[in-house]
């Protein structure tokens, strides 16, 4: 429908700069996350890194708004033929959790802890993001523990989805990776 004839295998050049930017962000966000709690005392007495954390994190809730308006008017590109249908089914299904659980579900738990914690969100340092709900400390632990799972799951399936791009491109050469790289044209395009 979007592809010209020549059906070259690519992302729009701003789906491919979503991908990337909000892809640096999350991981970023991910470890800094990660290092505000596990190294508190030493790394995080003025909780400096939580603000940083959430500062960098909020800005993936306007991220995602845009990503998925352009994302609904602008097919991506095919999968190669090499894959089987099966495998073309799970990459979607993957990529759907990607967007629900890492991209919508994680910053929205984040932001529901904080509310419920009372705590302020700076988006960016720049300006505040009003509370989702009414602080309430009954709420507290559960609303951890929702952000806490999430963090490990989505991490999982982060790392997941990193190690397939790199065997797509590694072992099978299919031009996957490359469809989110650049606008050269790939082995893929050739007919078989
Ligand atoms: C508006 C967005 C978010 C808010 C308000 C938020 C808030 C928080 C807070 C308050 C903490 C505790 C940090 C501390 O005690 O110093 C935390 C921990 C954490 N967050 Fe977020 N977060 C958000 C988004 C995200 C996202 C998008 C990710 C994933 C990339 C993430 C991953 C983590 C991880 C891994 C931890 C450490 C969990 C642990 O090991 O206990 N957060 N977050
Ligand atoms: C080094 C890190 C990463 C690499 C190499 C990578 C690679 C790729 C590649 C090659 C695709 C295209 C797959 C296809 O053609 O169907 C893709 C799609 C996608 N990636 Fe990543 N990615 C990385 C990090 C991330 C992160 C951190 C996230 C989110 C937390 C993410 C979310 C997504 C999503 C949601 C898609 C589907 C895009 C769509 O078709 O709408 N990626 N990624």
Redesign the pocket.
Known sequence: MHNSSQNSRK?TAP?RLL??L??II??VVWIIGYVAVTWSQELNPQDGLTAAHKALASTLLFLIVLRIFW?LTHR??G?PDSMSPLMQRA?HWG?FF??LF??IAMPLSGWLWSSVAGKPINVLWLFPLPPLVDANPDYYPLMKNIHITLAYS?GAL?LG??LI??K??IIDKDG??Q???SDRRTSSDRKK
């Open positions: 992302y789906a991908h990337w909000m892809a999350w991981i994302r991506p590109p999968l990459a990529h990607l967007y890492a991209l989505t982060v989805h990193i791009a790199l797509h491109a996957v990776l469809s989110m790289l």
